[in-house]
């Protein structure tokens, strides 16, 4: 049962345009939410975070934005640049336990 | 600042065989967490171990078993393996246990386990 789920495996977008990337959850319990990147042959490192308090959190040229009614979250990057390019996963956290539910990752590559 | 590492980085193992993947936390976390990434998957949650015991765990079987020592060094086991036991093992270490702190957890390369 997937509960984080990214549905788009890959985005391609041109250098300096908008990159979004999204990703939907079903459980409600869900109230911390991130964004991780990575590169080939490294680990995920963290990128964003939000709170279920904030409906946007800002950092730099990445923000994401939190729509708890419809369950669904976004990052922006903008402008894109090449070194962007790398997989992209979101991941909710809920109110309880010990343990982060990622999607299945979005493939972003960013065009010189 | 030392940051998460993992051995080894690739192994081949073959089935019913044992395997024993290690990890060293970031400095100054004591909060271990192993995750599985198969192929095309998102990486799921193993199980936590905070303080030595085993805080939280995922939907895995018990072959999947794990120690954390008192440098909060870490080691997961797999007993038994199976052909779809084949992925990349991460291991994540954090400040505290839980949601303490911003709650992102700092990865290792990771182990990639292929089992034949």
Known sequence: DQQVKQNSPSLSVQEGRISILNCDYTNSMFDYFLWYKKYPAEGPTFLISISSIKDKNEDGRFTVFLNKSAKHLSLHIVPSQPGDSAVYFCAAHPNTGNQFYFGTGTSLTVIP | ?116
């Open chain 2, 1 to 116: 600042e030392t940051g998460v590492t993992q051995s080894p980085t690739h192994l081949i193992k073959t089935r019913g065989q044992q395997v024993t993947l290690r990890c060293s936390s970031q400095s100054g976390h004591n909060t271990v967490s192993w995750y599985q990434q198969a192929l095309g998957q998102g990486p799921q949650f193993i199980f936590q171990y905070y303080r030595e015991e085993e805080n939280g765990r995922g939907n895995f079987p018990p072959r999947f078993s794990g120690l954390q020592f008192p440098n909060y060094s870490s080691e997961l086991n797999v007993n038994a393996l199976e052909l779809d036991d084949s992925a990349l093992y991460l291991c994540a270490s954090s400040p505290r246990g839980g949601r303490a702190g911003s709650g992102e957890l700092f990865f290792g390369e990771g182990s990639r386990l292929t089992v034949l």
